[in-house]
T-cell receptor
């Protein structure tokens, strides 16, 4: 099983839609989880950290399910500017030589 | 603050040439890392450093060397470039793996 897995998409959604991505991770000892956003030919930037109790930032909600080892990202009222690739990132300090593991990303296209 | 800077932005090398990709940060971050990003592969960790004088290998270290003589700088050296090293290289810095990673704008390297 890969350390961090994401559906690559693309997810093509109309403006105003709600879209959700999931990301599964294999290391049950992982303690920190993040969602990053990467625009085409740009560097990744932090979208939000994922807390055990779940957290919300405007139209974005992140959830963590430790029992099933996945995190999710929900985007409400999608905007054209939300079109990007969303990377799931997991702290992997206690396994292997990769302290932070990045998923391959889920591509989102929001269509007018 | 300039954040994380990388030079050069673009580079073309011939097979067998060597070069150094520069990375610098002005945020006094202890943790720095180098990633390569290839289509369909996501971000893969090459080397990382938890502080000046300390470096460690990541997932794909072969063909690359690093050093960390100061907190600010973390150069990546390609010893003898190969076409398989054609990629986009990102440097990142942070207070640690539990914190936001700040990425540089990337270096697009082509090896012919």
């Amino acid at each position: 099983r890969k350390e961090v897995e994401q559906d690559p998409g693309p997810f093509n959604v109309p403006e105003g839609a709600t879209v959700a991505f999931n990301c599964t991770y294999s290391n049950s000892a992982s303690q920190s989880f993040f969602w990053y956003r990467q625009d085409c030919r740009k560097e990744p930037k932090l979208l939000m950290s994922v807390y055990s109790s779940g957290n919300e930032d405007g139209r974005f909600t992140a959830q963590l399910n430790r029992a099933s080892q996945y995190i999710s990202l929900l985007i409400r009222d999608s905007k054209l500017s939300d079109s990007a690739t969303y990377l799931c990132v997991v702290n992997n300090l206690w396994a292997g030589n990769t302290p932070l593991v990045f998923g391959k990303g889920t591509r989102l296209s929001v269509i007018a | 603050n300039a954040g994380v800077t990388q030079t050069p932005k673009f580079q073309v090398l011939k097979t067998g040439q060597s070069m150094t990709l520069q990375c610098a940060q002005d945020m006094n971050h202890e943790y720095m890392s180098w990633y390569r990003q290839d289509p369909g592969m996501g971000l893969r960790l090459i080397h990382y450093s938890v502080g000046a004088g300390i470096t460690d290998q990541g997932e794909v270290p072969n063909g690359y060397n690093v050093s960390r003589s100061t907190t600010e700088d973390f150069p990546l050296r390609l010893l003898s470039a190969a076409p398989s090293q054609t990629s986009v290289y990102f440097c990142a810095s942070s207070y640690g793996t539990d914190y936001e990673q700040y990425f540089g704008p990337g270096t697009r390297l082509t090896v012919t």
